[in-house]
C-alpha cells in the first residue's frame, strides 16, 4: 500500500521560514538597505494579509499561494531588521564615527585577560568618550594588547579602565586570499585594537559586571584551575582545557594544526558531539527520577539548565548553542510525548540563534555544524542500509564508519571552501580518535566532581594525561604520514553552489530515482567543470608581481602562468605555520606551483628584468651605496627593514612606480605607489 507523505515544507514548517530569514540578513548586509525601506514594506505585506483575511473563502483558497509570498516578504524584513538593529556602524554613536583624536576613552573590561606571546590581551566595551569637559556616549569594543610590565591584578572583568593613546581600526592584512579577519570581528562588534603600557591608563574606581557573567567566569576559572591542578604536562593540560571548555589559549599551535590536517579539529573544538556525550550522561544519571506526578518536569528542567549552563561555560560558539537549542527542541518534544520532524528542529534552532544574532550566518562553525547534522540525518541510514552484519561488534563499527562518512557528504565542500584542505584518512584517524577523546572528557567531569578528593581526582589526572599523550602521539602520527592532506584545493562560490547542486540533485536520484535529477545532476557538473576550466585556463595567462604584506618580513612572488619563483626570507622555509598563514592562501588563490630554482635567501639591492620590466629592490643598509649614473627602471620595491629618503631615491633611479614594505620613507616623489598584487 502506497503511503502518502506530506512535503518537507509541510512537514517542516521552518524550513520554509528560515531561506526568507537569511535573504534578510544577507540584503540587509551587502545592500544596506534604509530602514524606512523595511518599516515600509512590513506594515504593507501584513495589511495585505489583513485585507485578504476579510475576502471570500474562494478567492482566499484560490490563491494561497499569496499568503506565502506575504509570509516570506514580512520574515524577510525582519531578518533585515535584525541585522539593521545589530550593525552598529549604521549608529551615529559608533566608536570609530565619534572618536576623534585626543578623546578620553572609558573601557570596560568584558572578558578575563589571556597571556600572548608578548603582551597581556582582552576585550573591552567602550560606551563613553571624554572630549575635553563633555561626555559623549559610543558603542563599540576594541582588542586591549596590555605590556609584560603593565599588567595589573585589578584587570579584571568588570573594571573600568582610562587612557588616551588613540586605538588603530582593524584592517585586514591585504594578501589575496586571505582571512578576512576584519569582517569577523565587525561581526563581533569589535572595531580597533590599542597597545597599553604601565603608564599608559589609569584603573577608575568601581566595578560594572552582570551577576550572571561573573558567576560563569569564576566558575570557568575554577574548572580550569582543577584541571591544571591534577595534569601537570602542559601540552597535555592545553588539550584538556580545549576538550571541557573550549580554552585554547594554551594549546599547542603545531597540535591544534595536526587536528585539523587529520579532519579532527571538531575534538578540541567545543561541539555537538560534546553536548550529546553529555545529554546521555545526564540522561543515565537522571533515569531514577519519576517521568510522572507533581516532579515530572525536573529531569527535563536539570537536561536543559545542564546543557546551557555548559554552552555558556564553553564560550556559547554558535556550533554548541545549535545543539543546546536542538536537545532543547529534543527534550521538550519528549515531554510531550510528540515526534516532531528533525529537519522542522533543525531549521527553527537555527531560526531562533539567527534572530538572536544575524551575524552567526557567516560563522563557519554554525555553517558547518548544521551541514554536518543535516548530512548525517539524510545520508546515515542508506549508507549503512548498504551492509547487513550479523556481528553486533562488526555492526557496531560499521555504524560508526556510516556516520563518518555521512557527516563528510556536505561538510568536505565547505572544509575545502574555508581552509583549503581536504584530510585523506580522516576516516582512520576519526574512528579511534572519538571514542578516545569521548572517554577523556568523561573523565575530565569526573575530575571536576570530585576535584575536593585529591585521592581521587590525581590518579584520575594521572590516567587521563597518559590518555592524551596517546591521542596526540596518534594524531600526530597520521598528520605526518604521507598523502595525509590533500592541499591547494580551491573552491570559490559559484563552484561551491553548483558542487551541492550535483550532490543535492544526484542524491535525489539515488534516493528516489528520478529522471529529472540526475539530468539536473549532470547540469550541475557540467558547469562546475566548465568554470574550473576557464579558472585555470586564465590561471595559465597571468602575468603578476606579489609582494606580501608581513610584519617584519620580506616575501615577494614571481609570477608567470601557473609558476612561481620565490624571493625571500629563509623563514618560511622553516617555519611551515608562517607559510601556511600568510603564502599558501595566495598561492592558493592564483593555482600556482613552485617553479625551480628559487631564491630562498634574502637579496639585498638586487637589480632584474621580469615581464619585459626592470625592478629594483632596495633592503638593508644603502649607506655608502653610489651609482655612477641615474638609472632607469620600471619599479623600485622597497624592503622592510629600508630607511632611505626620497631625495636618495631620486638621485639614484628614474622610477615609474614604487612600492614600500615600510613605512620608514621620508619625503615625496613624483612616481605613484603601486598596486604590485596586480602589476603587470
Same mark, same amino acid.
Given at each position: 500500500?502506497?503511503?502518502?507523505?506530506?512535503?518537507?515544507?509541510?512537514?517542516?514548517?521552518?524550513?520554509?521560514?528560515?531561506?526568507?530569514?537569511?535573504?534578510?540578513?544577507?540584503?540587509?548586509?551587502?545592500?544596506?538597505?534604509?530602514?524606512?525601506?523595511?518599516?515600509?514594506?512590513?506594515?504593507?505585506?501584513?495589511?495585505?494579509?489583513?485585507?485578504?483575511?476579510?475576502?471570500?473563502?474562494?478567492?482566499?483558497?484560490?490563491?494561497?499561494?499569496?499568503?506565502?509570498?506575504?509570509?516570506?516578504?514580512?520574515?524577510?524584513?525582519? &531578518?533585515?531588521?535584525?541585522?539593521?538593529?545589530?550593525?552598529?556602524?549604521?549608529?551615529?554613536?559608533?566608536?570609530?564615527?565619534?572618536?576623534?583624536?585626543?578623546?578620553?576613552?572609558?573601557?570596560?573590561?568584558?572578558?578575563?585577560?589571556?597571556?600572548?606571546?608578548?603582551?597581556?590581551?582582552?576585550?573591552?566595551?567602550?560606551?563613553?568618550?571624554?572630549?575635553?569637559?563633555?561626555?559623549?556616549?559610543?558603542?563599540?569594543?576594541?582588542?586591549?594588547?596590555?605590556?609584560?610590565?603593565?599588567?595589573?591584578?585589578?584587570?579584571?572583568?568588570?573594571?573600568?579602565?582610562?587612557?588616551?593613546?588613540?586605538?588603530?581600526?582593524?584592517?585586514?592584512? &591585504?594578501?589575496? &586570499?586571505?582571512?578576512?579577519?576584519?569582517?569577523?570581528?565587525?561581526?563581533?562588534?569589535?572595531?580597533?585594537?590599542?597597545?597599553?603600557?604601565?603608564?599608559?591608563?589609569?584603573?577608575?574606581?568601581?566595578?560594572?559586571?552582570?551577576?550572571?557573567?561573573?558567576?560563569?567566569?569564576?566558575?570557568?576559572?575554577?574548572?580550569?584551575?582543577?584541571?591544571?591542578?591534577?595534569?601537570?604536562?602542559?601540552?597535555?593540560?592545553?588539550?584538556?582545557?580545549?576538550?571541557?571548555? $573550549?580554552?585554547?589559549?594554551?594549546?599547542?599551535?603545531?597540535?591544534?594544526?595536526?587536528?585539523?590536517?587529520? $579532519?579532527?579539529?571538531?575534538?578540541?573544538?567545543?561541539?555537538?558531539?560534546?553536548?550529546?556525550?553529555?545529554?546521555?550522561?545526564?540522561?543515565?544519571?537522571?533515569?531514577?527520577?519519576?517521568?510522572?506526578?507533581?516532579?515530572?518536569?525536573?529531569?527535563?528542567?536539570?537536561?536543559?539548565?545542564?546543557?546551557?549552563?555548559?554552552?555558556?561555560?564553553?564560550?556559547?560558539?554558535?556550533?554548541?548553542?545549535?545543539?543546546?537549542?536542538?536537545?532543547?527542541?529534543?527534550?521538550?518534544?519528549?515531554?510531550?510525548?510528540?515526534?516532531?520532524?528533525?529537519?522542522?528542529?533543525?531549521?527553527?534552532?537555527?531560526?531562533?540563534?539567527?534572530?538572536?544574532?544575524?551575524?552567526?550566518?557567516?560563522?563557519?562553525?554554525?555553517?558547518? !555544524?548544521?551541514?554536518?547534522?543535516?548530512?548525517?540525518?539524510?545520508?546515515?541510514?542508506?549508507?549503512?542500509?548498504?551492509?547487513?552484519?550479523?556481528?553486533?561488534?562488526?555492526?557496531?563499527?560499521?555504524?560508526?564508519?556510516?556516520?563518518?562518512?555521512?557527516?563528510?557528504?556536505?561538510?568536505?565542500?565547505?572544509?575545502?571552501?574555508?581552509?583549503?584542505?581536504?584530510?585523506?584518512?580522516?576516516?582512520?584517524?576519526?574512528?579511534?580518535?572519538?571514542?578516545? !577523546?569521548?572517554?577523556?572528557?568523561?573523565?575530565?567531569?569526573?575530575?571536576?566532581?570530585? !576535584?575536593?578528593?585529591?585521592?581521587?581526582?590525581?590518579? *584520575? %589526572?594521572?590516567?587521563?594525561?597518559?590518555?592524551?599523550?596517546?591521542?596526540?602521539?596518534?594524531?600526530?602520527?597520521?598528520?605526518?604520514?604521507?598523502?595525509?592532506?590533500?592541499?591547494?584545493?580551491?573552491?570559490?562560490?559559484?563552484?561551491?553552489?553548483?558542487?551541492?547542486?550535483?550532490?543535492?540533485?544526484?542524491?535525489?536520484?539515488?534516493?528516489?530515482?528520478?529522471?529529472?535529477?540526475?539530468?539536473?545532476?549532470?547540469?550541475?557538473?557540467?558547469?562546475?567543470?566548465?568554470?574550473?576550466?576557464?579558472?585555470?585556463?586564465?590561471? %595559465?595567462?597571468?602575468?603578476?608581481?606579489?609582494?606580501?604584506?608581513?610584519?617584519?618580513?620580506? *616575501?615577494?612572488?614571481?609570477?608567470? %602562468?601557473?609558476?612561481?619563483?620565490?624571493? &625571500?626570507?629563509?623563514?618560511?622555509?622553516?617555519?611551515?605555520?608562517?607559510?601556511?598563514?600568510?603564502?599558501?592562501?595566495?598561492?592558493?588563490?592564483? =593555482?600556482?606551483?613552485?617553479?625551480?630554482?628559487?631564491?630562498?635567501?634574502? =637579496?639585498?639591492?638586487?637589480?632584474?628584468?621580469?615581464?619585459?620590466?626592470?625592478?629594483?629592490?632596495?633592503?638593508?643598509?644603502?649607506?655608502?651605496?653610489?651609482?655612477? =649614473?641615474?638609472?632607469?627602471?620600471?619599479?623600485?620595491?622597497?624592503?622592510?627593514?629600508?630607511?632611505?629618503?626620497?631625495?636618495?631615491?631620486?638621485?639614484?633611479?628614474?622610477?615609474?612606480?614604487?612600492?614600500?614594505?615600510?613605512?620608514?620613507?621620508? %619625503?615625496?616623489?613624483?612616481?605613484?605607489?603601486?598596486?604590485?598584487?596586480?602589476?603587470?
Amino acid at each position: 500500500m502506497h503511503v502518502r507523505t506530506l512535503p518537507l515544507w509541510k512537514e517542516a514548517p521552518f524550513t520554509r521560514l528560515l531561506p526568507a530569514l537569511c535573504a534578510g540578513i544577507l540584503l540587509q548586509w551587502y545592500l544596506s538597505l534604509p530602514v524606512t525601506v523595511t518599516m515600509t514594506v512590513f506594515p504593507a505585506a501584513t495589511l495585505t494579509t489583513v485585507l485578504l483575511d476579510t475576502g471570500p473563502m474562494a478567492i482566499r483558497y484560490h490563491r494561497s499561494f499569496i499568503y506565502g509570498i506575504l509570509l516570506n516578504l514580512q520574515i524577510l524584513c525582519l &531578518g533585515s531588521a535584525i541585522t539593521w538593529r545589530q550593525d552598529e556602524r549604521v549608529r551615529d554613536n559608533w566608536l570609530n564615527q565619534v572618536y576623534r583624536r585626543g578623546d578620553y576613552i572609558i573601557a570596560r573590561l568584558d572578558e578575563p585577560i589571556s597571556e600572548k606571546p608578548r603582551s597581556f590581551k582582552t576585550v573591552a566595551s567602550v560606551n563613553s568618550l571624554c572630549r575635553g569637559d563633555r561626555p559623549l556616549r559610543t558603542q563599540g569594543s576594541l582588542f586591549i594588547y596590555f605590556s609584560r610590565e603593565a599588567r595589573d591584578s585589578r584587570l579584571q572583568p568588570g573594571t573600568r579602565i582610562l587612557f588616551t593613546k588613540p586605538f588603530e581600526p582593524i584592517s585586514n592584512s &591585504g594578501n589575496p &586570499g586571505s582571512f578576512d579577519y576584519q569582517r569577523y570581528c565587525h561581526f563581533q562588534h569589535v572595531y580597533g585594537q590599542v597597545y597599553l603600557k604601565k603608564n599608559d591608563y589609569t584603573v577608575l574606581p568601581g566595578k560594572r559586571q552582570s551577576p550572571w557573567k561573573k558567576a560563569i567566569f569564576t566558575l570557568r576559572e575554577k574548572l580550569l584551575d582543577n584541571i591544571r591542578k591534577v595534569i601537570n604536562d602542559e601540552q597535555a593540560c592545553g588539550l584538556a582545557e580545549a576538550l571541557l571548555l $573550549g580554552y585554547k589559549e594554551d594549546l599547542d599551535r603545531d597540535l591544534a594544526q595536526s587536528y585539523a590536517d587529520t $579532519g579532527t579539529a571538531h575534538i578540541i573544538a567545543i561541539s555537538g558531539l560534546h553536548l550529546a556525550l553529555i545529554f546521555t550522561v545526564l540522561q543515565f544519571l537522571l533515569r531514577p527520577l519519576p517521568e510522572r506526578g507533581a516532579v515530572k518536569w525536573l529531569k527535563p528542567v536539570t537536561i536543559i539548565a545542564s546543557l546551557w549552563l555548559f554552552s555558556f561555560l564553553s564560550g556559547a560558539s554558535p556550533s554548541v548553542l545549535r545543539s543546546a537549542a536542538m536537545f532543547t527542541c529534543l527534550v521538550v518534544g519528549n515531554s510531550f510525548s510528540k515526534q516532531g520532524s528533525v529537519f522542522n528542529s533543525l531549521a527553527a534552532s537555527a531560526f531562533l540563534l539567527l534572530c538572536w544574532n544575524p551575524f552567526w550566518l557567516w560563522d563557519i562553525g554554525f555553517q558547518l !555544524s548544521y551541514s554536518a547534522v543535516i548530512s548525517i540525518v539524510i545520508f546515515m541510514k542508506p549508507l549503512y542500509a548498504l551492509l547487513f552484519i550479523r556481528n553486533k561488534a562488526l555492526d557496531f563499527l560499521w555504524k560508526s564508519v556510516s556516520v563518518t562518512l555521512a557527516a563528510q557528504v556536505l561538510t568536505f565542500p565547505l572544509g575545502i571552501y574555508y581552509f583549503h584542505q581536504f584530510p585523506n584518512y580522516f576516516l582512520l584517524t576519526n574512528l579511534p580518535a572519538v571514542p578516545l !577523546s569521548s572517554v577523556i572528557l568523561l573523565g575530565e567531569v569526573f575530575i571536576s566532581m570530585f !576535584s575536593f578528593l585529591p585521592v581521587l581526582a590525581i590518579p *584520575a %589526572g594521572r590516567l587521563l594525561a597518559w590518555m592524551i599523550h596517546v591521542l596526540n602521539d596518534f594524531i600526530g602520527y597520521m598528520s605526518r604520514l604521507p598523502f595525509s592532506t590533500w592541499d591547494a584545493l580551491l573552491l570559490t562560490l559559484p563552484q561551491l553552489i553548483l558542487v551541492y547542486g550535483f550532490i543535492s540533485a544526484l542524491s535525489a536520484w539515488l534516493m528516489r530515482k528520478t529522471g529529472s535529477c540526475l539530468f539536473l545532476a549532470l547540469f550541475a557538473l557540467l558547469l562546475y567543470v566548465s568554470a574550473r576550466s576557464v579558472s585555470f585556463w586564465k590561471a %595559465g595567462r597571468q602575468r603578476l608581481l606579489l609582494v606580501y604584506h608581513i610584519p617584519k618580513q620580506q *616575501a615577494i612572488d614571481f609570477i608567470a %602562468g601557473r609558476k612561481y619563483v620565490f624571493l &625571500g626570507d629563509p623563514v618560511f622555509r622553516e617555519n611551515d605555520l608562517l607559510r601556511r598563514r600568510f603564502l599558501d592562501p595566495a598561492r592558493t588563490n592564483y =593555482r600556482i606551483v613552485e617553479a625551480s630554482p628559487s631564491l630562498h635567501t634574502p =637579496r639585498y639591492n638586487l637589480y632584474c628584468r621580469w615581464n619585459q620590466k626592470k625592478i629594483v629592490l632596495i633592503g638593508g643598509p644603502v649607506t655608502g651605496l653610489s651609482l655612477q =649614473r641615474r638609472i632607469r627602471v620600471d619599479l623600485i620595491i622597497l624592503s622592510h627593514n629600508t630607511a632611505v629618503s626620497i631625495r636618495w631615491l631620486s638621485r639614484h633611479f628614474d622610477a615609474k612606480q614604487w612600492y614600500s614594505m615600510t613605512p620608514m620613507i621620508t %619625503g615625496k616623489w613624483r612616481g605613484g605607489n603601486a598596486n604590485v598584487k596586480n602589476w603587470d
